[in-house]
């Protein structure tokens, strides 16, 4: 495929690396400043050497015979990015030792077979977390399954190969609330024939993209869907059994893009530089990154010039989110106006500092036809100053080493942005709505309500509109428990316990009405924490994949063939539970 913007390339680079490190500095910024004043006083508390005694052993297996496979690699990472491989022996056998204690993932993975974190019985269902103690030896077995492939070929419009497309397949999946199409497997490119494979697909529905190149944020060329499409609505899924096979042979033919252009305004109504990008709400061209969230969606990148405008060339037809912000600009205002590096910031990088950039974020949809004329006016980032406080009838020492994170709408320059540990935070540039989620909370705690400005939003959307709000989380140890048994006559270990909410409206992600767990070998599951005088529906499904639960209809689906039960602050109910094939 040929782009008509060769010619910009070298500036799209460019954009996308000073995004990258002006967000990384002012990302470090945002969160280090305020929690450093915080501790100045502070003496730091002698650190215990881990003696790094730890161990995880197993053995990895095929699914369909039972057969131990050799060779197989076992990666293990932590939240910390600590990082192990090792491969299988002649009998499939691994053991990871001097390992320090923590939390793990355990990833398996051969050629001929779809890779499974541990814990999970198929593809893209839930993981398990190895919570590993000093001195201890987990086992962990991971059976694998045959991964299924689809090939093809790419032609131009005379029947012609084409050499180096870049070809990926896509699924759709829910992450953070949306569904949103995510790419699988290890993509191809293809070769001088116009040939591609890719395989270790698990079963399920599949979009083939090609696209000209790497397909990331600084790539303009956009993706063509099989059989030869830019629109999503026109593309034809593939369906692809276990461990089969597929064809998706692709006709490239010369198509007609939009052009989008417009002028990027301030919070006073000035032209600004900035940086915008046009991200698309239903295309996720990368993986969903281990510590959550949602894949990184196809998008489109652009700076305004001194007056203000902007143009974005070959953009397909769909639904996306146009957004600006003005951290780029402000930072180079900043570094120019400072002159050296020991010079103190100047206003502008004060108050990006202090408060975030300015962003504006509006929807839009494109139809194929040339979109001008759109008027960007960006706003200050808002400010949470937060506490920790305990609830009402709450005696015990409230935890300590908690944190706060922002999620959703356009944080900071589309950064999570993450409160300083202590008994207090603040978090700075926010553009709404989002949320507050509170991290670090041992088990027996529980987020009791979170007011602003003594408005009780714990289950509401946050949007400051860029001013300063006082924040407080209340803690609470009077947590409620759903426990039980999921009885079946074939194994019920791993079985997946939903339990959500009567009440339709309290599904909205990201709600704390709806969790799930995992039955063990015996079929006993636990779940703590579920907001208290509710009424609730729970039951236990033989597969669920990660992220089910926070789609909609699929808790529609189920409602009818759920059980129900009413839950009391601090109340331990106790429920049997038959599991439901899907």
């Known amino acids: 495929m040929k782009t008509s913007e060769a010619h910009l390339r070298p500036t799209i680079s460019q954009t996308r690396l000073r995004f990258v490190l002006v967000s990384i500095v002012i990302g470090a910024l945002l969160v280090a400043v305020p929690a450093v004043a915080g501790q100045a006083n502070r003496r730091p508390a002698p650190q215990r050497a881990d003696p ?30 600590y990082n192990r491989l090792v491969t299988t022996d002649s009998d499939g056998l691994f053991n990871l030792r001097d390992l320090p204690s923590g939390e793990y993932r355990l990833t398996a993975s051969r050629s001929g077979f779809t890779s499974l974190l541990f814990g999970q019985r198929r593809p893209l269902e839930a993981p398990t977390t190895i919570n590993l103690g000093e001195g201890a030896t987990f086992t962990a077995n991971l059976a694998l399954v045959r991964g299924g492939a689809i090939h093809g070929r790419v032609i131009d419009r005379y029947g012609d190969p084409i050499a180096g497309t870049r070809v990926q397949v896509l699924r759709s999946r829910m992450a953070q609330g949306q569904r949103r199409l995510q790419s699988m497997g290890p993509g191809d490119q293809s070769d001088d024939t116009g040939a591609f494979r890719i395989y270790g697909l698990p079963p399920g529905d599949y979009y083939v993209t090609a696209s000209g190149g790497p397909i990331d944020s600084t790539k303009r060329e956009p993706p063509i869907f099989y059989p030869g499409t830019p629109s999503l609505a026109e593309a034809q899924p593939i369906t692809l059994a276990a461990g089969g096979e597929a064809e998706a042979d692709f006709q490239l033919q010369p198509l007609r893009y939009a052009r989008v252009s417009g002028i990027v305004l301030n919070a006073s109504g000035a032209p600004i530089q900035a940086m915008v990008r046009l991200a698309s709400e239903s295309i996720g061209m990368g993986p969903i990154i281990e510590s959550g969230g949602a894949p990184t969606a196809f998008s489109i990148l652009a700076d305004s010039g001194g007056d203000g405008r902007f143009t974005m060339e070959s953009v397909p037809p769909g639904s996306y989110q146009l957004i600006a912000n003005n951290s780029l600009g402000a930072g180079l205002a900043a570094g120019l106006a400072a002159g050296d590096p020991t010079a103190r910031p100047n206003k502008a990088m004060q108050e990006l500092m202090m408060r975030g950039p300015e962003t504006a974020t509006m929807a839009l949809v494109v139809t194929g036809d040339d979109v001008s004329g759109i008027t960007l006016t960006t706003r200050l980032g808002g400010v949470v100053n937060g506490t920790f406080t305990a609830a009402s009838g709450v005696v015990q020492t409230l935890p300590t080493s908690l944190s706060v994170v922002a999620r959703g709408g356009e944080v900071g320059s589309g950064m999570m942005m993450q409160g300083g540990v202590g008994d207090t935070f603040r978090l700075a540039g926010m553009s709404g709505p989002f949320f507050l989620e509170v991290q670090g909370l041992p088990e027996g705690w529980t987020v009791s309500q979170i007011t602003l400005d003594g408005a009780d939003v714990t289950d509401e959307a946050i949007d400051l509109k860029g001013r300063t709000a006082d924040v407080r989380i209340l803690l609470t140890n009077r947590v409620s428990t759903v426990s039980g048994m999921v009885q079946s006559r074939r194994d019920p270990s791993g079985t997946s316990v939903i339990v959500f909410p009567d009440d339709a409206s309290r599904w909205t992600y990201p709600s704390r009405y709806v969790k799930t767990a995992r039955a063990d070998e015996r079929g006993a599951f636990r779940i703590q924490g579920l907001p208290a005088n509710e009424r609730y529906l729970a039951l236990a499904v033989d597969y669920l994949e990660e992220g089910e639960e926070q789609d909609a209809q699929f808790l529609e689906r189920l409602r009818s063939r759920a059980m129900t039960f009413s839950l009391g602050e601090g109340e331990q109910r106790s429920v049997v539970l038959e599991p439901i094939t899907r």
């Open 52 to 81: 790094m005694t730890g161990s995880i052993k197993g053995m990895v297996t095929a699914a369909d015979t039972g057969a131990p496979l050799r060779g197989a690699e076992v990666r293990l990472s932590s939240r910390g990015s």
